[in-house]
């Protein structure tokens, strides 16, 4: 898929905030889409224009501000949009299918596949979207959130469904570009240093296993037990406590022996 048509399926995804009361938070919920590569942001008769404050908060998504449709109804907001999902943290649904945002990102890229033009609406801080706003939606998400303190930000939950789109349009395009960076940043570090082969790698097992039974550390009885410990800890990605005991024993033993030395 080219470059241009990536950005087109995503340019069919609308994020609609419905008479927004703080212009900070127009800012915000800008950059959790720009991070994301969601571009249309729509405003639904916000209580405050995009402001300077907006602009401060953008952090340098400025360019979805200046691009922003102000409207003044909801009619207009979700004009051309052929299927409109509600950000809601209340779980009635009046009958319509609720989703969790990692059913939403994949149901939102497969419906973008098939050429649907898509709103994802989210309400006002105070009360988030009326009952009348959440009956013309054809699906509902909800972020599981803490129910004890389920209060989330405008601009995070922006953020979370802005990121379950990305993590489908991600899987759909069948590459991950920071993924590519990590592998590309592997191959750069293999040209300056060079690896060591499987004999070298050998050739120090040997050796420490000679260091070890000098200090004390292996006995014949424990011998190839320990070695074959000793082995998985050069190629474990983490240390378990076990490791750790392991490697303080070798020091230890390499202690006494120089102090058994010196005496």
Do not use: W
Not at 181 to 204: M, N, R, W, Y
């Amino acid at each position: 898929m080219t470059a241009t048509n990536q950005s087109s399926l995503l340019n069919q995804i609308n994020i609609v905030l419905v008479n927004t009361s703080h212009p900070g938070n127009i800012g915000s919920a800008a950059r959790a889409m720009k991070t994301m590569g969601l571009s249309n942001l729509i405003l639904a008769y916000p209580e405050h224009q995009i402001d300077e404050q907006s602009y401060a908060l953008s952090a340098g998504a400025e360019d979805l501000l200046k691009k922003a449709r102000v409207v003044p109804t909801l009619a207009e907001a979700l004009e051309g949009s052929t299927l409109i999902i509600g950000a809601s943290a209340r779980r009635r649904t009046y009958e319509r299918p609720l989703l969790d945002p990692h059913e939403m990102g994949g149901f939102v890229i497969e419906q973008a596949k098939a050429g649907s033009r898509i709103a994802v609406m989210f309400g006002c801080e105070r009360t988030g979207l009326t009952n009348e706003e959440l009956e013309i939606c054809n699906y509902h998400v909800t972020i599981p959130a803490n129910p004890d303190y389920s209060s989330l930000n405008l601009a995070m939950a922006v953020q979370v469904l802005s990121y379950e789109i990305r993590q489908s349009f991600l899987k759909y395009l069948g590459n991950d570009p920071m993924r590519q960076e990590i592998v590309h940043t592997s191959e750069k570090f293999l040209e300056k240093e060079q690896i060591a082969g499987g004999d070298e790698v050998l050739g120090f097992y040997s050796h420490l296993e000679d260091v070890l039974q000098t200090t004390g550390f292996l006995h014949e009885n424990n011998r190839g037990h320990i070695m074959r410990k000793i082995k998985r800890i050069f190629t474990r990605p983490f240390l378990t406590r076990d490791d750790i005991n392991i490697l303080r024993g070798i020091l230890s033993s390499v202690t006494r022996t120089i102090d058994h030395r010196n005496e």
